[in-house]
């Protein structure tokens, strides 16, 4: 898998780009954050974006914003393209992220994680991230990545 930083040209692969195949709320949240707002956000320039693909083919994206903070930048969406999952795909995106931001002096990354998304919760915690547990009742944790 190659990876490179995404634009307007790549709203079409975005907007094809299925990474859910349940209708539970939260992945139906990342699938629309991936095919409906992150192409135009990234048309506008409000966020930076990056792909992996496997021959010529968008198979996972990485997204990610800078914050009122000069030292943190916050994951906006991380997916994988459904049958291309559980393969290390989201791993390699996710470090692909950690090492643009250390690169621009960058010293954690924000994101928000569901409860039930083990994958994701599993990733994080394996690069470092520390999860605000303090409410069991919550849907939605806090994640924060060190960079350095």
């Given amino acids: 898998m190659y990876i490179r930083d995404l634009g307007d040209v790549d709203a079409p692969a975005l907007?094809?780009?299925?990474?859910?195949?349940?209708?539970r709320g939260?992945?139906?949240a990342t699938q629309?954050?991936?095919?409906?707002?992150l192409p135009d956000m990234l048309g506008e320039g409000?966020?930076?974006?990056?792909?992996?693909?496997?021959?010529?083919?968008?198979?996972?994206?990485?997204s990610w914003?800078?914050?009122?903070?000069?030292?943190?930048w916050v994951c906006l969406v991380l997916a994988v393209r459904l049958g291309r999952q559980r393969r290390g795909a989201?791993?390699?995106?996710?470090?692909?992220?950690?090492?643009?931001?250390?690169?621009?002096?960058?010293r954690a990354i924000r994101s928000v994680v569901?409860?039930?998304?083990?994958?994701?919760?599993?990733?994080?915690?394996?690069?470092?991230?520390?999860?605000?547990t303090d409410d069991p009742s919550k849907l939605w944790y806090q994640c924060v990545v060190p960079v350095d």
């Fill in 65 to 72: 914003a800078s914050t009122d903070r000069d030292d943190t």
């Fill in 15 to 23: 907007r094809a780009l299925a990474c859910v195949n349940s209708k």
């Fill in 32 to 37: 629309e954050m991936v095919s409906v707002w």
């Fill in 114 to 132: 569901h409860r039930d998304n083990k994958a994701v919760w599993a990733l994080n915690e394996r690069l470092g991230g520390r999860f605000a």
């Fill in 46 to 62: 409000r966020v930076a974006a990056a792909g992996g693909f496997e021959d010529d083919e968008l198979v996972a994206v990485v």
């Fill in 26 to 28: 939260w992945e139906m």
């Fill in 90 to 106: 989201g791993r390699l995106m996710k470090q692909y992220l950690i090492e643009q931001a250390r690169s621009h002096g960058i």
